[in-house]
């Protein structure tokens, strides 16, 4: 049987996440809804006013549960507050949590009108 190949991520991330991701204080990223395709890497877009790539990591593991048990195992490593938590995931019955694992930033930021001449945001992702 043929091994599927793994998809790459383009992943929409506010520019206070992203600097926490960065920091190393944000270990998890939350969603409300998951890939599909299995992914390999996900390339970090922070939103405006940045509006650049900044980096990438790996996926650890995917976790999918209610969101109040999400928070409960993830919080020590969120990056993001409770009010602003529950305000993201209020009437959803499914959080999900990436994981994160070897983050890494890019020397230089791109551009990313530089890689598509119309680029438009994904609204949360899209695959690359």
């Known amino acids: 049987m043929p091994v599927r190949s793994r998809e790459n991520v383009l992943l929409s991330i506010k520019p206070e996440?992203?600097?926490?991701?960065?920091?190393?204080n944000k270990l998890f990223e939350y969603r409300k809804r998951i890939f599909k395709k299995p992914v390999?890497?996900?390339v970090m877009y922070v939103t405006k006013p940045v509006g650049l790539f900044i980096g990438e990591?790996?996926?650890k593991r995917i976790m999918v549960d209610s969101p109040?048990?999400?928070w409960l195992e993830t919080?020590?490593?969120?990056g993001i507050k409770k009010n602003a938590y529950d305000a993201?995931?209020?009437?959803?019955?499914?959080?999900?949590?990436?994981?994160l694992q070897d983050v890494r930033a890019y020397h230089t930021p791109i551009n990313p009108f530089m890689v598509w001449n119309h680029f438009v945001p994904p609204q949360?992702?899209?695959?690359?």
């Not at 993201?88 to 994981?99: L, P």
């Open 17 to 24: 996440y992203a600097n926490e991701i960065m920091d190393g």
């Open 40 to 42: 390999n890497t996900i």
């Open 57 to 59: 990591f790996t996926i």
């Open 68 to 70: 109040a048990t999400i």
């Open 75 to 78: 919080e020590a490593y969120a």
């Open 88 to 99: 993201y995931f209020r009437g959803h019955a499914t959080a999900y949590a990436i994981e």
């Open 124 to 128: 949360s992702f899209r695959y690359i």
